[in-house]
Each structure stands twice: as structure tokens, then as C-alpha cells.
DNA sequence: TTTTAAATAATAATAAATACTATTTATTTC
DNA sequence: GAAATAAATAGTATTTATTATTATTTAAAA
């Protein structure tokens, strides 16, 4: 997704157009993996260094909420990526640095309807494993 | 996996017996589920009411780095339940209450090797849902 | 340009998880 | 069985991620 587009999108949902939210997507399109919120405060502080962490929060919330964002959970720390929405798929996960590879399975498809007693409302399907570069 | 069996797979990795850590395994083979650790701290404060919370997150850290439970992440929590290694398998969970329901298609299967620029450590498939409990 | 509603900064508050230390207890050795 | 010792525990403090609050600033509308 373009940042251009996203912007788009964030405007439609009714929320203001801002530099500082255009340069977190920015750094989003720069970048083939997760990021923590912490990762995204450190980069986007080299242009605006008297941002605001809790900026960094609530814009990451807001991305997530219009689903230009998606988000998972490496090491107990909620990270975020750009969210493709153009095709079902998952992902191949460097657990070091976030760096994420797509997988073109999904396993869903092997699952009919409910299991009796539940009622499906998501799943999730990673593969964690370690990059080259984060392997030397 | 039976308590005693649990217990003496901890004696094995060098771990003391205790009736505390005895009580925590009794607690995780009532329920068919994921506990957090304030779940069990609650539980395990009515047969040992001055129990330190503390103690609750080392045995549970414990109890992971033996394999006798594992753990995922419930809407940013971690969060426990037994181990059955017996047959490697994957769980439907409810959102709601952690409850479980195992399902017998792993997509590994379907992988081969190792993606191009990656070395596979892990993965994880879990279908998120509602149980009827839960639904009502 | 004025208005106003949202965005931001700065700070405070929560909550999960970890770290530290003195005391207690399970197990070993005699 | 008693003494020694190494681990377990309680109690507390600390860290870290996240959310909440409020005054100020700013984007967008009138």
C-alpha cells in the first residue's frame, strides 16, 4: 500500500491529515517487517525529535483501527507492519529483527465450518525463524 | 499429562519437589483451557492464602523452561496451559475464557524446507473463536 | 479570519513482568 | 535423625509496555 493511498484511507475513516502521521507510514514503506512501538519512536524522533511517545501509541492504534496497520505479537511486544490487504496470507517471521517473508498457504482452507461448540471469529498462522543476516 | 509424571519430569531437570508447585499442576488438569498467572494466583491463594505472586510467575517460568506447560499470548497476555506433547497438534481457543479444543491439521506439513533466507525455529496455528459458554 | 474539533506533548497512572534480598524449606550428607 | 547447603519463597522494589489525563497546538471547516 502507498502512503498516498493510506493517507487516503486514514481521511475517509475521518481522521486529520498530519506530517508526523505521513512520516510514520513513510518509515512503514521502508521497512519489510515488523517494527515496536519503540522501533517507530527511535526513527521517526530523527525528524521530529520533540515527538511524543504516546503520539507514536495512538497514531500505531489509529493505523491499526483503519487496517492500514497489522499487528502481532513478537516477544510479548505488540509490533506492527503494513497491512496487505490485496490477498489473503501469512507470514515467515525473523524473531531478531521483524523482517517478515510471505506464505502463500493458508491453513483455514483445510478447516470446514465450525468446530461444534465454537464459533471461528480469526486465526493466526506464523512461522518464526531467524534471517540470514540476523544469523552471521 | 498426569501431575506425578509432571513432577517427576521437574525432579529430572533439577527442580525441588513442593506442594505449592504440586497444587499449580493440580489447578491446570481441572481446566481445559489457557490460565493467566493472576488466574492462578487466584486459584492457588485459596489453598495457600499467603502465597507471593511472585512465586506463581517463577514456577510458571519453571514449568514452560520444563515443558510441562506452554503458553501463548491472549490479547497481550501470557498466558498457560498443560503441554501434550504426545501428539504434535494445534488449538481452537476462545477469546473469551482461554478455553481450548485441539485440532489435528498442522500446516507445516504442507511446508518443505526452509524458505529461501530463513532457517525455521517454530510456528504457531491458532484459530480464535467464541465458545457457546461464552456466546450465551 | 474565526471557530472547533482533533492532534499533540507532557505527564501521570496501570499493569505485566522481572529483579533483589532475607528468610524458609527440601534435600543431601554425615 | 541432625547439620549443612542449595533452592524455594515472601515481600518488596524495579522495569517496561501501555493507557489515561489534561493543557496546548494545529488542521480543517465555516
Known amino acids: 500500500m502507498k502512503v498516498e493511498v ?50 507514536v501509541y495512538l497514531n500505531l492504534s489509529f493505523f491499526e483501527e483503519a487496517e492500514i496497520l497489522e499487528t502481532t505479537d513478537l516477544n510479548g511486544e505488540k509490533v506492527y507492519r503494513f497491512s496487505c490487504e490485496d490477498q489473503h496470507h501469512h507470514h515467515i517471521i525473523c524473531t531478531e529483527c521483524g523482517k517478515v517473508k510471505a506464505i502463500n498457504i493458508c491453513p483455514m482452507d483445510a478447516i470446514y465450518g465450525n468446530p461444534p461448540g465454537f464459533t471461528i471469529t480469526g486465526h493466526k498462522f506464523e512461522i518464526y525463524g531467524c534471517c540470514d543476516e540476523c544469523n552471521k
Chains 1, 2 share one sequence.
Open 6 to 55: 493510506a493517507m487516503q484511507k486514514l481521511k475517509e475513516k475521518g481522521y486529520k491529515y498530519t506530517q508526523k502521521r505521513e512520516k510514520i507510514l513513510e518509515i512503514f514503506t521502508k521497512v519489510n517487517g515488523y517494527l515496536s512501538v519503540k522501533d517507530v519512536y527511535k526513527k521517526i524522533k530523527q525528524d521530529y525529535p520533540t515527538i511524543s511517545l504516546n503520539t
